[in-house]
């Protein structure tokens, strides 16, 4: 059983919309939880990183953890095209190693 | 400005053959990370360390090795290529193990092994 889990999409919004990506984990001691943002043919680059459950806000990226749930998700408001991109989530477990999960992958649409 | 590179970004080699790829940090992080990326699998990770003379087998590390005798490099080296290893490779760093400890990734090697 993968320990990262995440639609692989395409998800696909509008320009201007609210985009959700979710994930949800297995290891309920897992402490640090990450997004990373991946371009076609690029390297994964961090865009978002939360610690404490509830919100975090970053200009339009919001990450949301529930530790009870065990889910994180990031939502971009005002979605561009360039936000068109593969979104990494990446949950460190004891044993400080991050996994990741597969990626889902978001389109916005001009 | 501190970076971390990789090369060859592209290498297309034969089965049996012994390929090494190439990381390079300038940042005097103390961990290093190799990942491969295939479809479907996101990433996972192959070997780590933590420091010089350190090395640790990640998820998926049959077929591969590393070494550590600097800082700055963590080459890693595919002893007898196979098909399956067809992928694109990254490779990370961080500065410490942290809670809040981020890794930054290179550019990414993309092999195929015939």
């Keep these: 059983q993968k320990e990262v889990e995440q639609n692989s999409g395409p998800l696909s919004v509008p320009e201007g919309a609210i985009a959700s990506l979710n994930c949800t984990y297995s290891d309920r001691v897992s402490q640090s939880f990450f997004w990373y943002r991946q371009y076609s043919g690029k390297s994964p680059e961090l865009i978002m990183s ?23 998700s990031l939502l971009i408001r005002d979605s561009q095209p360039s936000d ?3 979104y990494l989530c990446a949950v460190r477990p004891a044993g400080n190693m991050l996994t990741f999960g597969g990626g889902t992958r978001l389109m916005v649409k001009p | 400005d501190a970076e971390i590179t990789q090369s060859p970004r592209h290498k297309i080699t034969e089965t049996g053959r012994q390929v090494t790829l190439a990381c390079h940090q300038t940042w005097n992080h103390n961990n290093m990370f190799w990942y491969r990326q295939d479809l479907g699998h996101g990433l996972r990770l192959i070997h780590y360390s933590y420091g010089v003379h350190d090395t640790n087998k990640g998820e998926v590390s049959d077929g591969y090795s590393v070494s550590r005798s600097n800082t700055e490099d963590l080459p890693l080296t595919l002893e007898s290529a196979a098909s399956s290893q067809t992928s694109v490779y990254f490779c990370a760093s961080s500065e410490e193990l942290a809670v809040g400890d981020t890794q930054y990734f290179g550019p990414g090697t993309r092999l195929t092994v015939l």
């Design chain 1, 50 to 72: 939360i610690y404490s459950n509830g919100d975090k806000e970053d200009g339009r990226f919001t990450a949301q953890l529930n530790k009870a749930s065990q889910y994180v």
């Design chain 1, 84 to 86: 068109s991109a593969t």
